[in-house]
């Protein structure tokens, strides 16, 4: 046998074993189809990771059809605005009637049908608590607008995460109130079987599901299991026990068998499991009390075992769990090897002007923002009868306390404001090397589109060799300028630190300060040398700047750890890390881990 060929094969042999298991995952899909339209008021609907559109698309008409042809599609998006999702007052309607007059909500709107939620990751936590309130009790209320509904709201949830933003999450209130969660990372349409499970099967075995049977035993290792996983969910086990029902009935069973427990508990644990448990050394069962025995039960009759029930489940759950891991590595290799992972610019703030509309408020337009005309005209319509009629024939009377003005939201955008010891101490020590250093972290600043400033102190004072800028090519142009020798003004590169976060604060932008320095300050801020003057105004500054309450940290550039840099570092607040050696990686890592807390 030639050596050489064994490593295709093998990858062969990996190819061929990632596309039984792309089959298999898009098996349980439709299984997971089927079983939400058999029981879709039991088992609320499902969250699907990764899929493609086309898979989307393909579930969504395969769920259709289970449910017999005739339910409706509805669509959530993401920005949907209370009074749409809700329901509220019909404009139009009203103005036309001269009378309040509802308009239907979404959430009512798909009741009996399937709401589709795409990007599900991006929900706003309102939308996503409205949401899930109308899951749990299958009705919509709403209070607005001189109006009060309550309208029927009980339909199957399809909700469907974006496999490009791994570091957002499903809302875990919305989440666990929807029964599956199956990753479909990397499932290609074209390898799907045809569909086995059929509305006629279906039909079958919806007539079928209320004589089946569950055994006390499979019931306790189902608790169990979801116990020793970590599921905190009160829900996860009663979603696994009417899965399980629902499998034995899809294919023909009386009773509930260990294979379709240990299936149901891959579709309902997998995606909720926190502990993958160590089979090393197995833990001891916690000792039982005994139970009393009836006068006719026969000793000689087996019992089963629920400890070997558990954990068959366990091992099924978990085996799970590390192939859809396998699954999503697979098919992000290519984005984890950027050097630089997408992170966010700052905090969610709130504006008068731009960003992401989020509904409207009471206002003057001529000073507190945009008017939002439509909410000014719900407002006022209600009030129509009790008004007089407004002179000229207008159709409408509008007050000064009908006006609604918009509210936006948007994320502010991070500043990182370098400030940079280049006096003689430093430049004696490593200022050359710290320069690549920085030069690396500038890169990665403008992957994730965060501007960039750079101070310089030196001599006799600081100064903004860069104001706050996008530009890379200006960045390297400043610090390939950046001189180097003389003494070192500690204090007053911290005051001018302070004064920029000040004026970017002004601009509503998050700043986030990294001081690369040894710490040791020899000129005082009004300009006169000594030691002594130097540090008590350094640490005089440095609580100046932690009265901002900014994020900052503070790279000791000495050869060695210094205790005049630790103290500066802990005076402002400042998260301390000594660099013995100009490690980019490490800089790079801590500064990312800042923008992100």
Not at 484 to 496: D, E, N, S
């Amino acid at each position: 046998m030639n050596p050489a060929a064994a490593p295709p094969t093998d990858r062969q042999a990996g190819r061929e074993a990632f596309e039984k298991f792309d089959a298999a995952r898009w098996g349980q899909a439709d299984l997971a189809a089927a079983l939400l339209a058999l029981m879709p008021h039991r088992l609320k609907g499902g969250v699907f990771d990764g899929a493609a559109p086309e898979l989307a698309g393909l579930l969504q008409d395969r769920l259709v059809r289970a449910l017999g042809g005739e339910a409706a599609l509805h669509r959530m998006p993401v920005s949907i605005t209370d009074d749409r999702l809700m329901g509220g007052l019909d404009l139009a309607a009203t103005l036309a009637n001269g009378r309040p007059v509802a308009e239907t909500g979404l959430l009512a709107r798909a009741d009996g049908g399937v709401l589709v939620v795409p990007m599900a990751e991006r929900l706003p936590g309102r939308a996503a608590a409205q949401l899930a309130r109308a899951i749990d009790t299958g009705e919509v209320e709403t209070e607005r607008d001189g109006l009060s509904l309550c309208a029927p709201a009980r339909f199957v949830t399809l909700a469907f995460a974006d496999p490009d933003e791994p570091g957002e999450k499903l809302p875990s209130g919305l989440g666990d109130r929807l029964s599956f969660g199956l990753s479909l990372h990397g499932v290609s349409p074209a390898r799907l079987r045809p569909e086995t499970l059929t509305p006629q099967i279906i039909s079958a075995a919806r007539e079928k599901l209320r004589w089946v049977t569950v055994p006390d035993a499979l019931i306790e290792a189902l608790i169990d299991a979801a116990a020793r996983l970590g599921i905190r969910s009160l829900r996860a086990p009663g979603f696994c026990l009417a899965a399980a029902r629902g499998i034995a009935a899809l294919a023909g069973r009386d009773t509930v068998t260990d294979a379709d427990a240990a299936l149901a508990a891959e579709l309902v644990y997998a995606s909720r499991a926190n502990i993958l448990i160590d089979r090393t050394e197995p833990p001891a069962p916690p000792p039982q009390p005994p139970e009393p025995k009836d006068e006719g039960e026969d000793p000689s009759r087996p019992h089963p075992q629920p400890d070997e029930l558990t954990e068959m489940l366990i091992e099924a759950v978990q085996l799970r769990v590390s192939l859809d891991i396998a699954a999503r590595a697979r098919t992000t290799r290519q984005r984890t090897r950027q050097e630089v992972p997408p992170g966010k610019s700052g905090d969610m703030v709130a504006s008068r002007r731009r960003g992401s509309r989020i509904g409207a408020r009471a206002g003057d337009p001529r000073r507190d923002g945009r008017l939002d005309l439509l909410s000014t005209l719900r407002t006022a319509a209600p009030w129509q009868r009790i008004r007089e009629a407004p002179a000229g024939g207008a159709a409408i009377s509008v007050r000064a306390s009908d006006f609604r003005v918009k509210r936006f939201r948007h994320r502010s955008e991070a500043v990182v404001i370098f400030v940079v010891d280049a006096s003689g101490s430093s430049a004696m020590n490593r200022l050359s090397e710290a320069k690549g250093a920085i030069e690396l972290l500038l890169s990665g600043c403008y992957a994730r589109r965060e501007s960039v400033a750079l101070i310089a102190f030196r001599k006799e004072g600081a100064d903004l060799l860069l104001p706050p800028t996008r530009s890379l090519t200006r960045v390297k142009r400043s610090l390939s300028r950046l001189p180097g020798g003389g003494a070192t003004p500690l204090a007053a590169g911290i005051a001018a630190a302070a004064q920029l976060v000040r004026i970017e604060r002004r601009k509503r932008k998050a700043p986030h300060v990294v001081f690369l320095s040894d710490g040791q300050g020899n000129i005082a801020l009004d300009g006169t040398a000594g030691r002594e003057r130097a540090g008590e105004d350094a640490r005089d500054m440095a609580r100046r700047l932690k009265a901002l309450q900014e994020p900052v940290l503070f790279f000791d550039i000495s050869r060695r750890p210094s205790a005049q840099a630790e103290m500066i570092s802990t005076e402002m607040g400042a998260i301390y890390r000594p660099l013995p050696v100009a490690d980019a990686a490490r800089v790079s890592q801590a500064v990312r881990s800042l923008l992100l807390e």
